[in-house]
């Protein structure tokens, strides 16, 4: 079996040959996984190699490109602006950003920004791919357009523009763009090794994503939403590589970290906002998270898709408790919480699988670390 390093409660074996398995298999380059019960850490372990080649093995510190994982942190912002009475998830977005008022959205609120049923799933004036660094250009061509659908009727994932949404609300509120915020409200109060906008000084210890296999166009048959909403600019797996996207605050996308720096920040909401002596949200303040935003099918995914306040809730295709959420990162990462039993699990990796459906490493390791949990 492959070699798995870290630390782990035995009756978590399960998980561990679970990822030891998939490394064997070659369906793992090089992967993390943690998992959190009442805040403390059980299963801390990592394995394989930073790269194909094999050139060096994951380490302790690796850290990758976890793309829309990245958005559970953007949510936790939100969530403790809100806690904080500094944000009504159902005032105007105008009322903090009053530019986005424009083009018939002056009633569009907070909540359809944060469970992607604002209708703006992409930009309507095409944008390059390294126009996304520019956040004072990426925040005001979506404020300047109109909706692509009726607000607030329907989700439909915003995949990279929910990160700009969010995070120009935040920094509205805060005067700080949201990876300056979250450094010191969260990341730094929790020691987390987690960045949105990674300094130049993280990059020897970065696994670069593997780009997944090409889509099989025919079998994935996009949505035309999701051709406009991904095509502009074209979604490239190969962004990581480039130091302006590691550079750039891209809150919806370009978050770097382990299984430990996520599951760390997101057993704060298994918690009930507290873990490991820090609080950084009132029991309330988890609320919003359950608070059904949309249910339906997501008309960029073409999937169904359940989203309380930013996180995605139980659905068939996704059965977790009725108190828990998750979200997940394209190409395999995965977070999920569940505030009954407390239980964070987080599997972060480098090899990424393509399409929206098949890839079953992630929730074969929660499965196992939730009937871990469960036997205690």
Avoid at 130 to 149: F, I, K, N, V, Y
């Amino acid at each position: 079996m492959a070699d798995i390093e870290g630390t782990w409660d035995p009756r978590f074996d399960g998980v561990v040959t679970a990822l030891s398995s998939s490394l064997d298999a070659g369906t793992d380059v090089g992967a993390s996984v943690a998992v959190f019960v009442e805040g403390e850490p059980m299963v801390d372990i990592w394995g394989g190699s930073v790269d194909e080649a094999h050139s060096a093995p994951w380490q302790e510190d690796t850290i990758t490109n976890v793309w829309s994982t990245t958005k559970t942190m953007t949510f936790l912002c939100a969530l403790m602006l809100h806690d904080r009475g500094e944000l009504d998830f159902y005032a105007p977005v105008a009322e903090y950003w009053p530019e986005f008022a424009a083009a018939g959205k002056a009633t569009v609120e907070v909540r359809h920004l944060m469970a992607h049923t604002a209708g703006l799933p992409g930009w309507t004036e095409p944008l390059e791919a390294e126009g996304l660094a520019d956040w004072d250009r990426c925040t005001s061509m979506l404020a300047a357009q109109e909706p692509w659908w009726e607000p607030g009727t329907a989700p439909g994932y915003h995949a990279v523009t929910q990160g700009y949404l969010i995070g120009e609300v935040v920094r509205r509120i805060t005067g700080d763009s949201i990876g300056t915020w979250f450094a010191r409200e969260i990341s730094g109060p929790l020691g987390a090794d987690f960045f949105i906008g990674l300094p130049e000084s993280e990059d020897r210890r970065v696994s670069m994503v593997i780009p997944p296999p090409p889509v099989d166009l025919e079998e994935f048959q996009p949505t035309k939403m999701a051709v406009r909403a991904l095509s502009n600019p074209l979604v490239d797996a190969g962004w990581p590589r480039s130091a302006w996207w590691r550079r750039a605050e891209i809150p919806a996308a370009n978050g770097h970290g382990n299984a430990r720096s996520v599951a760390t920040i997101q057993s704060i909401i298994a918690g009930g906002g507290e873990a490991r002596g820090v609080r950084l949200l009132s029991e309330a303040g988890c609320q919003p998270i359950f608070d059904e935003q949309s249910n339906g099918t997501d008309l960029v995914l073409g999937l169904p898709n359940r989203f309380g306040m930013g996180y995605g809730l139980a659905t068939e295709v996704m059965p977790i408790g009725p108190r828990a959420c998750y979200w997940g990162g394209y190409g395999g990462s995965l977070i999920v919480m569940d505030l009954e039993t407390q239980l964070t699990v987080c599997y972060v990796m480098n090899r990424m699988e393509s399409g929206l459906q098949g890839d079953f490493r992630g929730a074969t390791i929660a499965l196992a670390a939730a009937v871990a949990a469960a036997e205690d």
